[in-house]
């Protein structure tokens, strides 16, 4: 959970109208939410209780911060521990892998009373609608699917999207890719198998791969994965043209 902030500049393209947006800072983490209200006093409550939670489970059990593979927690962790272990055995990772998507679940069930929520934390989304909602594929300003193609989620649902990187922003990866974006029941869920997914692209020749996991990954909606001129998809997905 430790690293240099980064602007986030693809946050000044986003057009959600009938919400109010705000932001929540707490240590690294940065949160753009939007909601039928504001609602930030307790998000900020939730995230700074959570990340606590988890920075001190990891001060006693320093293996938990530094794996980058899979292991069991102690049965008295806190349950946003529970939930970044369980999906990173699922994805095959280490539970920091997971993190941003935990939080986002955490505040997610917290304010599971609203009908609307999106919460974006570095690019990792936990999206609750009763409207269509179109999510943007951001995979760096170089790349030519960038702002031009978006994933449309239907309302009604509740969606975890998640993007890793090998070359955009601080998150490690093993990988190269531009990004692949996972869909899936959860944000946690999504976040361990972005990062799992991205840890195994190399160069475009490896995104056929990639896809070809997705009949085996339960809960799990669609895969994009993007490198060079390359993007491909699997599942249950409908893109749009931004531009």
């Known amino acids: 959970m430790v690293g240099l902030y980064q602007e ?12 109010h947006s705000f ?3 707490v240590g690294e983490s940065d949160l753009f939410v939007l909601a039928g209200e504001n609602r930030s006093a307790r998000i900020e409550y939730i995230l700074r209780q959570e990340r606590e939670n988890i920075l ?4 006693e059990y320093p293996e938990f911060a530094k794996t980058l593979f899979p292991l069991v927690v102690k049965p008295f962790a806190p349950p946003v521990c529970h939930i970044m272990a369980s999906v990173s055995k699922i994805a095959g990772v280490g539970p920091m892998a997971a993190v941003a998507g935990a939080l ?11 009908n609307e929520l999106i919460i974006e934390n570095g690019g990792d989304l936990s999206i609750r609608s009763q409207k269509d909602r179109v999510a943007a594929i951001y995979a760096g300003e170089h790349s030519p699917f960038t702002n031009r193609i978006g994933l449309i989620l239907p309302g009604g649902c509740r969606w975890g999207v998640c993007t890793s990187s090998g070359v955009i922003g ?4 093993l990988g190269k890719a531009d990004a692949v974006t996972v869909i899936a029941e959860t944000s946690a869920l999504a976040d361990a198998w972005a990062t799992a997914l991205a840890n195994r692209v190399q160069n475009e020749n490896d995104i056929e791969g990639v896809l070809d996991l ?11 994965a993007v490198k060079g001129e390359k993007l491909g998809i699997r599942g249950e997905i409908e893109l749009v043209p931004l531009k």
Request: aromatic share 6%; net charge negative; glycine share 6%.
């Open 23 to 25: 932001s929540v800072r």
């Open 8 to 19: 986030r500049c693809y946050r000044k393209i986003v057009r959600c109208e009938d919400l």
């Open 170 to 173: 601080p998150s490690i990866s």
């Open 56 to 59: 001190v489970y990891g001060k």
């Open 214 to 224: 997705f009949n085996t990954m339960e809960g799990v909606k669609g895969i994009i």
């Open 104 to 114: 986002n679940d955490m505040i997610d069930e917290d304010l599971s009373e609203n």
